[in-house]
């Protein structure tokens, strides 16, 4: 019985240091939103809305299983780390691990509009 008040206890923790992280990502200039897939590519946690989340679930998860593959077709000794995509509006990064995918929407150019209204 200690053994499951255990676990429950370390589940508990862990989930408050991923809400945490997650606050701590979102407070960072431009940040417009944050979703977190399992390895099947299925949305756990987001701060969008369902529709976004669902269309970035979608997309990313199949960016990154061809990114990892091309990485491994090049090296089969190496593996996909980190992948980072910047267009005019958005820059999405990806950080792909064994069990989950951590995908961070952003504006790139937050920082500069700020600039720009404070001169």
Do not use: C, W
Not at 24 to 41: A, C, M, Q, W
């Amino acid at each position: 019985m200690l053994s499951a008040v255990n676990l429950i206890i370390s589940i508990l923790f862990l989930m408050s240091e991923v809400e945490e992280t997650l606050n701590r990502i979102k407070t960072h200039k431009g940040v417009s939103g944050i979703v977190i897939l399992n390895h099947e590519g299925v949305p756990i946690r987001s701060t969008l809305e369902q529709k976004y989340t669902l269309q970035y679930s979608a997309l990313i998860s199949q960016l990154t299983y061809k990114a990892r593959s091309v990485i491994r077709d090049l090296d089969p000794h190496n593996d996909l780390t980190f992948l980072r995509l910047r267009s005019r509006k958005h820059e999405i990064m990806v950080a792909p691990d064994k069990d989950y995918i951590l995908i961070v929407i952003q504006d790139p150019n937050a920082g500069e509009q700020q600039e720009h209204n404070t001169a």
